[in-house]
């Protein structure tokens, strides 16, 4: 063999064992099901009208399948793979007419049983952008090849679920980590995690905000956003609010993230606005923290900023949770009246878990009641918390609220929560969040209405 063809197997099985340790790491192989992957692959099936969809993570052997849609897949043999196209090819791999490959045909085992007459697959890949799996759509109908527009939609379907397993990474990485020290971690992405870095952070321009649809839940229109924060490191990929929010609350650093992540919703809505004018009826939700809720001076920014950017209070929401109201109960009445007449709706977020007393729903001139998604996730599983449920939205109802259920995972939850009359909705079911350019092609479907993720055979009603 001559050498340099030796040195090119030598830097393959290296890059190959670099990527199963990186695989290997992530403790995503033979784990169980989870919400975030199927409402992946449904997303997925929904928008490109797939027969089915896989989601796959390949070791040595085998392509194990995290999520399927459609028909039920687990286990692939790895060798003459889809993976191994996209692996070879180091990103997508789109097929829009089999019947003009039969060589790709043949050696495919989920082509052979799937008999698809297209698919398209891209790679899912770690932050060090090593290809630790796929996600491909199948479809029954030779299809156009992809629009850019589509094959983003499905990259940006594959990067969720890239930072999706990076959680998965992080998580095993603290509880390893917690059990070594006995100690619990109160900032579980590592010790690396500092002041400064958080600083750097927001100076670079490295947070996004992204976007989850509300929505009606008889309709299924979209009827609002709520933007969730972000943060896009060079090396470690998407970092999630709940692994720096804490420090940058104790370090004040809130304050001007905070300050970021308004001004950015308020230029995202006069976006969509320019796009559309009939998205001027989209309210947008921006999460604030106790801090920046008790900063004086807050309605003066919020009224600043709509005159700044020119649109109308209605499309601006701003969720609180009730324990940073409770410090001060007095002041943070007088402000949240402030901010009502100015129009903006106030939202009090994760309902159930704080006081939730009766009291303050009084008090509080809040519009909407936000129930917190522990008590959807156990909704099905019990009569408490079903009753919790029941409650909550009947307490609403009198008092001339509107409820927005969180955390909406399952068929039988949306359908147990129609029953119930909760008029607002929003999870993993119907979408998860999504950055701004993904929101943009939701919000294009026709009538902004979403497709039935319950088929005919659950009544709703
Ligand atoms: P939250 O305001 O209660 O946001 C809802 C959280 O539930 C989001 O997590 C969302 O991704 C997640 N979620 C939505 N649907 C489902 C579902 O069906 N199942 C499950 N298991 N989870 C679902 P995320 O984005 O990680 O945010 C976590 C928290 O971080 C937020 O909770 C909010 O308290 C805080 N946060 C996010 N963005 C900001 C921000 O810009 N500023 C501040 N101060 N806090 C933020
Ligand atoms: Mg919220
Ligand atoms: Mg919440």
Known sequence: MPHAELETDQGNSDRENARLR?????????????????AITRLAAQYFRADTVLLGFADESRVWIKSYWGEPVRELPRKGSIFEMVLAQGGPVVVPDLSLRPEIR????????????????????????????????????????????????????????????ELHRLRRHCRCHASRSQRPRKNPPGGWLREPELRRALDQGQFVLYYQPEIDLVTRRIAGLEALIRWVHPERGVIAPMDFIPLAEQSGLILPIGDWGLAEACAQIQRWRAEDPRHGSLRVCVNLSALQFSREGLTDHIGALLRQTGISSRQLGLEMTESSL??????????????????VSLLMDDFGTGYSSLHHLHAFPFDILKIDRSFVGRMAQGDQPLQIVRTIIELARVLGMDVVAEGIETREQYALLRKLGCRLGQGFLFA??????????????????????????????
């Open 432 to 461: 998860p969040p999504l950055p701004a350019e993904r929101m943009t092609e939701l919000l294009r479907l026709p009538g902004r209405v979403l497709p039935d993720p319950a088929p005919s055979e659950l009544p709703c009603d």
């Open 326 to 343: 409770t410090p001060d109960p007095d002041t943070a009445s007088e402000v949240l009246g402030a901010l009502r007449r100015l129009g």
């Open 22 to 38: 990186a695989l290997a790491s992530t403790g995503i192989l033979d784990t169980e099901p989870e919400p975030i992957f199927d």
């Open 106 to 165: 043949e050696r495919d085992l989920p082509l052979r049983r799937l008999n698809p007459a297209s698919f398209a697959s891209v790679p899912v890949c770690s932050p060090d952008r090593r290809i630790l799996g796929m996600l491909t759509v199948f479809a029954r109908q030779p299809r156009r090849t992809m629009t850019l527009d589509e094959l983003r939609m499905l990259e940006s379907l594959a990067d969720m679920a890239a930072e999706q397993v």
